[in-house]
């Protein structure tokens, strides 16, 4: 099973900062890795797939990197809204998904 | 636009078992492929199974391999989820969500499953 490690587990950032979430994957997955976000009591919402291509609806301050093992999720400049749990997971492995741990990022 | 919807809460005791139902409505195919994912209080998301209900193929997470089953009626472009032998570590949300092969881009609302003697 590929194993999704992300950190920080929490990041603390203020807003109109920038805020930067690693995702590394045990093997390599290519690009095939999406990112979601969760609020609290919500359903995840997918922000980011193909590690770098936005969803259908989501800001251009949200933006993705990264291929191999490493992949970074950056949020240009934070807004009130944004704040929440972030999630990485890869689909290289299909039809097997697997989920990293999750990063909060909290207000400052 | 598709959208999923997911049966109410549920209470059960230990041993017994949990079938959680997941509509889709608005959306092309009428019978999307579904994925379902299980997060426990204060826990991250975890991949469960799919089901593709144009083959009728199934995937499951080698976790829930055997305990867990995943069907779908086409004719209501409705998915089923049933876990059995419930334990107080099945207590979670159980999430539906539309599988694109590439990522989970459309979600249910969720199902709370409390497993308490």
């Known amino acids: 099973e590929i194993v999704m490690t992300q950190s920080p587990a929490t990041l603390s950032v203020s807003p109109g900062e920038r805020a930067t979430l690693s995702c590394r994957a045990s093997?390599?997955?290519?690009?095939?890795v999406a990112w979601y976000q969760q609020k609290p009591g919500q359903a995840p919402r997918l922000l980011i797939d193909?590690?770098?291509t936005r969803a259908t609806g989501i800001p251009a301050r949200f933006s993705g990197s990264g291929s191999g093992t490493e992949f970074t999720l950056t949020i240009s400049s934070l807004q009130s809204e944004d704040f929440a749990v972030y999630y990485c997971?890869?689909?290289?492995?299909?039809?097997?998904?697997?989920f990293g741990g999750g990063t909060k990022v909290e207000i400052k | 636009q598709v959208q999923l919807e997911q049966s109410g809460a549920e209470v059960k005791k230990p041993g017994s078992s949990v079938k959680i139902s997941c509509k889709a409505s608005?959306?092309?195919?009428?019978?999307?492929?579904i994925s379902w994912v299980r997060q426990a209080p204060g826990q991250g998301l975890e991949w469960m199974g799919r089901?593709?209900?144009?083959?009728?193929?199934?995937n499951y997470a080698q976790k829930f391999q055997g305990r867990v089953t995943i069907t779908a009626d086409t004719s209501t472009s409705t998915a089923y989820m049933e876990l059995r032998s419930l334990t107080s570590d099945d207590t979670a949300v159980f999430y539906c969500?539309?599988?694109?092969?590439?990522?989970?881009?459309?979600w249910g609302q969720g199902t709370l499953l409390i497993v308490s003697s």
């Open positions: 969500a539309r599988d694109v092969h590439w990522a989970l881009d459309v």
């Open positions: 608005g959306g092309t195919p009428n019978s999307p492929t």
């Open positions: 089901i593709i209900p144009m083959f009728g193929t199934t």
């Open positions: 093997q390599s997955v290519r690009s095939n």
């Open positions: 193909g590690a770098s």
């Open positions: 997971q890869q689909y290289n492995d299909w039809p097997q998904l697997t």
